[in-house]
């Protein structure tokens, strides 16, 4: 399948960890990408090539992956984390595709 | 700064077609590829195309091919989406973002979206 799924929603309390999954078949051969939108807001790259940590994107969030699925941590949560999170990745056709999404609640 | 900016709000009736623009600056406009993402209200981004400034190469999803056209023009550092037949399901936010070609995969950048508004 070419579609990248997400859970819907997760519910997180201050300080403690999310970990946010992201599942497809393309993901076994292709690296995934983290985006934050707030609303109102564009996306925000968070995490390129499924570890890697863009300057300026705090030390909390961080990913990992293992065969089809790819993982966004955000350790020590914040208030401020409260948003929507996308994966995507790319088939080796050079088409894109983004996952199902996920809103982050921060009780 | 690098900065993708993006027209405020376009609607249009049932039928029509949509041309939506992307003006890049802050950097060298053809060593990035541009892509086309809209966001339905309350969804998740969808992935529409993508252009090389330099050649002028395009790949579109399955979904909108033959509806969706995307082109450039170097001498205004500026990329276009026209979107054909539009209909309600496709009033959205359209956005462009950029993505190094000699590195591709990530939309590091992106403009701050275009609300397209699809009524009779």
């Known amino acids: 399948s070419s579609e990248l799924t997400q859970p819907p929603s997760v519910s997180v309390s201050p300080g403690q960890t999310a970990r946010i999954t992201c599942s497809g078949d393309?993901?076994?051969?292709?690296?995934a990408y983290w985006y934050q939108q707030k609303p109102g807001q564009a996306p925000l790259l968070l995490i390129h090539?499924?570890?890697e940590r863009p300057s300026g994107i705090p030390e909390r969030f961080s990913g990992s992956t293992s065969g089809t699925t790819v993982t966004l941590t955000i350790s020590g949560v914040e208030a401020e984390d409260e948003a929507d999170y996308f994966c995507?990745?790319?088939?080796?056709?050079?088409?894109?595709?983004f996952g199902t999404g996920t809103r982050v609640s921060v009780l | 700064q690098v900065q993708l900016v993006q027209a405020g709000t376009e609607v249009k009736k049932p039928g029509a077609s949509v041309k939506l623009s992307c003006k890049a600056s802050?950097?060298?406009?053809?060593?990035?590829?541009i892509h086309w993402v809209r966001q339905a209200p309350g969804q998740s981004l969808e992935w529409m195309g993508w252009?090389?400034?330099?050649?002028?190469?395009?790949k579109y999803s399955q979904k909108f091919q033959g509806r969706v056209t995307i082109n450039r023009d170097t001498s205004a550092n500026t990329a276009y989406m026209e979107l054909s037949s539009l209909r309600s399901e496709d009033t959205a936010v359209y956005y462009c973002?950029?993505?190094?070609?000699?590195?591709?995969?990530?939309?590091?950048?992106w403009g701050q979206g275009t609300l397209v508004t699809v009524s009779s």
């Open positions: 802050g950097y060298t406009f053809t060593t990035y590829i």
């Open positions: 252009i090389n400034p330099g050649n002028h190469n395009t």
């Open positions: 973002a950029r993505d190094l070609i000699s590195d591709a995969g990530s939309l590091d950048f």
């Open positions: 995507q990745s790319a088939h080796s056709s050079g088409t894109y595709v």
């Open positions: 090539k499924d570890t």
């Open positions: 393309a993901l076994a051969k292709q690296f």
